[in-house]
Nanobody, 122 residues
């Protein structure tokens, strides 16, 4: 089992940038991802990364967000640029057993962090 702790959230103006980090309690090369949930909305996948570094992005963030991982530090990152008010949500880090499948579906992930809030003002 792995514990995940997110950090890096905050409040920014539209067009700004934030970098989220997710520290894992142990080394892992399994698939990991970032998800977000806005008030009164379902949790949605933002970006995922396989053990081999292959990435997948939601259409709404392509070209603006970049997911990456540093396996030596057991840390997952999400660089968010050109932020929009609609990006406002609680952002969660997640991990799943297995390294080859990287869905944007939250039900496929077993391990979750506590979340970090991102607020983008217009």
């Amino acid at each position: 089992q792995v514990q995940l702790v997110e950090s890096g959230g905050g409040s920014v103006q539209a067009g700004g940038s934030l970098r989220l980090s997710c520290a894992a309690s142990k080394y892992t090369k399994t698939t990991m991802g970032w998800f977000r949930q806005a008030p009164a909305k379902e949790r949605e996948g933002v970006a995922t990364i396989r053990g081999d570094g292959t990435t997948t992005y939601a259409d709404s963030v392509k070209g603006r967000f970049t997911i990456s991982r540093d396996n030596r530090k057991s840390t997952l990152y999400l660089q968010m640029n050109s932020l929009k008010p609609e990006d406002t949500a609680m952002y969660y880090c997640a991990a799943r057993d297995g390294a080859l499948w990287a869905p944007l579906t939250s039900s496929a992930y077993s391990y979750w962090g506590q979340g970090t809030q991102v607020t983008v003002s217009s």
